[in-house]
């Protein structure tokens, strides 16, 4: 079992930026994939990020290349999203999420779920 705690969400104008943390329990983190979702009001959640157990490869939407990045840190049993450029259509509550230790990366499927930080980006 995992447990995940996210922060650093808050309230940012267009163009800023913020840098979301996620710190994992458990002493299986350097063997967990780990992912990032969010979910806007009135939409489903989607897959916004993930980063390899290495943390040498990483996967993205479309909608965050070159504006988002993801890493970790496996001493911390923390992962990060730092978020650039932010948009109004970035705002969602974002989830950090980790992968049972037998399933690949990339892929869809995420088992474990924290309880989500808002971030919302005004004009």
């Known amino acids: 079992q995992v447990q995940l705690v996210e922060s650093g969400g808050g309230l940012v104008q267009a163009g800023g930026s913020l840098r979301l943390s996620c710190a994992a329990s458990?002493?299986?983190?350097?063997?967990?994939?780990m992912g990032w979702f969010r979910q806007a009001p009135g939409k489903e959640r989607e897959f916004v990020a993930g980063?390899?157990?290495?943390?040498?490869?990483?996967s993205y939407t479309d909608s965050v290349k070159g504006r988002f990045s993801i890493s970790r840190d496996n001493a911390k049993n923390t992962v990060y999203l730092q978020m650039n450029s932010l948009r109004l259509e970035d705002t969602a509550v974002y989830y950090c999420?980790?992968?049972?230790?037998?399933?690949?990366?990339?892929?869809?499927?995420?088992?474990?779920w924290g309880q989500g930080t808002q971030v919302t980006v005004s004009s």
């Open positions: 980063i390899s157990r290495s943390g040498g490869s990483t």
């Open positions: 458990g002493r299986t983190f350097s063997n967990n994939v």
């Open positions: 999420s980790a992968k049972k230790t037998s399933r690949p990366f990339p892929g869809d499927i995420y088992d474990y």
